[in-house]
């Protein structure tokens, strides 16, 4: 005999039952079955909660579009990087920013825009180095906070990695416009490092660097 398992309306598949002719046993499965649906839809039921409990917990952290933390996750995220670092180690923060982001949204439209974001973000994540954190702090503006060797030139590994990134993207995308990004880093002997203030260098960094690129578009 076979009978449907269900719970709350939901189908949730079948059960078999099989047995010598016997009343008893028959009058027996509507139990058997009920029991069986409320065991299973529970089960199910708790995974849901779940994961709906951890999706609302990874919007409060992560930025929907990119990814990346949004300012919330990043600064949950700072104090485990930072804390594993030793005094040998480099800490560095780069703050890097689209270049005519304002340009691409005007010219060619918001989906666009989002496209370069989605780029320059997907160019953050493939940095190559030994721990890091990647946030979205504003429409434009991306942060990386890295834990490096006192013997690695964290400047050059950021630079290095962001720009041969966006050179496959601008060289297989199609689009009539080219992504590119400013990038200022500030590395600070793990034993001095204070976030903020290399923050605020390397963002000093990052604007000199879009004022002296002879490429640059108007923002």
Do not use: W
């Amino acid at each position: 005999i076979f009978a449907a398992l269900s719970f709350l309306g939901i189908p949730m598949g079948y059960v078999c039952f099989s047995f010598a002719a016997d009343i008893d046993n028959y009058c027996k499965i509507l139990q058997y079955v009920t029991s069986l649906s409320t065991a299973i839809g529970n089960y199910r039921l708790v995974r849901s909660l779940k994961r709906t409990a951890e999706n609302v917990e990874n919007m409060s952290k992560y930025d929907f579009m990119t990814g990346l933390c949004n300012r919330k996750g990043f600064y949950n995220a700072l104090s485990e990087l930072t804390g594993t670092a030793v005094d040998s180690d480099i800490i560095s923060v780069a703050t890097i920013d689209i270049d005519g982001l304002k340009y691409i949204n005007d010219k060619y439209g918001h989906e666009d825009g989002d496209y370069a974001i989605m780029a320059v973000s997907a160019a953050v994540k493939s940095i190559h180095v030994r721990q890091k954190i990647c946030g979205r702090f504003g429409g434009d503006e991306l942060v990386v906070c890295a834990v490096t060797g006192a013997d690695e030139d964290a400047e050059k590994i950021f630079l290095r990695n962001i720009q041969k990134y966006l050179d496959r993207v601008n060289e297989t995308s199609g689009k009539p416009f080219k992504v590119s990004a400013s990038v200022g880093v500030c590395s600070v002997k793990a034993a001095d490092f204070e976030f903020e203030a290399a923050l605020k260098q390397s963002d000093e960094k990052m604007y000199i660097m879009k004022i002296v690129r002879p490429n640059r578009r108007r923002d």
